[in-house]
């Protein structure tokens, strides 16, 4: 199989190449990304919650200027919850948890509904995901503020070749949200803030803390929830009869929609030691890619894989991962992108163009770590 030719990013879908690669190669390395690439369900399932597996280099080769662009951006990154084991990762994760209480979830979702009852445009479905966030972040926020500087962050983390142009925006971006949320953890500002700053005075994280975890929730909720939501939306207006499905079994809906439009593509770790798998020799210190889009559509685990089935049976999907990686936001995912299909309604989902205003419809983000 040429990899090179097959690349992901040159194929209006990258499922197709996940697909082949799943069947022909279901472990494979390749020496353009330095990583092994697994992609079968069980396989997948299975290392998620291996102890072999770490989400960081037991000894990470930082830059050798830590003051440099380069140095400061890691220095950031790693500080992520999604980027760390425990016992810090722990702790952050004990941090957070408040922010996803039922209250909360469904305060968002409440939000995220009113948002919509002009009707879903493009642009209104941003916003009303924008509106449920904010709420949980701190009442008032500048959503369209939040949101740039979730994507240039985000710009920063989509491949190993980083532009300065965008590690600059990043590194601005990261500038700025450290100011927001430091004001923000002062002043107890939403469930969040309240959370960090409790946290803050028990001695569990400090300013550089609270910033990572603001920027985890940030790009970790927006775009991923609202590429679902789209992938919702380009479904029911090709097929509006599955609307039907959705209002007789609506968390089977949602599900399956998490599944197709796993809005995580990858979980990314790292090898504390060696194992063959399949039997390929992976090595200490290897990168492992696990592709959670892949292994949503293996045709072992789930018979006709693109269809969207409410009812569909048998095992749970890997969207949000598992284990102690698992993502602590899935709550609120399902919930808002539950609440965005109840306010729009079928009739203005399926009239929507998503097209003619220039949105990606792949679903999912094309590089995370879960």
Known sequence: MDVQADAPEALPRPTRW??????????????GADSWFVTRYDDVAALLTDRRLAAQPAAPQAPADPESPLGRWHAFVDRWPAFTDPPR???LRRAMHPLFRPGHVEAAARATGEALRHGPTPGRLREAIGAG???????????????????AILAAMSGADVTERRLAEALAAHEALGAYAAAAVAARRGPLGAALADAR????????????VYAQVLTGAVEPTLSVAVYAVERLGAEPGLWADFTGNRDGFVEELLRLAAPFHFAVRIAREAFV???????????????LLSANRDPRRFPEPERLRADREGPPHVSFGRGRHACIGAPLA???VAGLLEAAGIDALAGMRLDADGWDLTPGMRRWLV
């Open 201 to 212: 005075e028990d001695g569990v994280l400090d300013g550089e803390d609270a910033t990572a």
């Open 89 to 91: 990762h722990t702790a």
């Open 133 to 151: 966030l904010t709420g949980l972040l701190a009442d008032g926020s500048d959503f369209a503020e939040l949101s740039a500087w979730a994507e």
């Open 277 to 291: 798998l399949r039997g390929k020799e992976i090595r200490a210190g290897d990168q492992v890619v696990l592709v």
């Open 334 to 336: 399902r919930r808002a």
């Open 18 to 31: 996940f697909n082949a690669l799943r069947e022909r190669a279901p472990v494979m390395w390749d020496a």
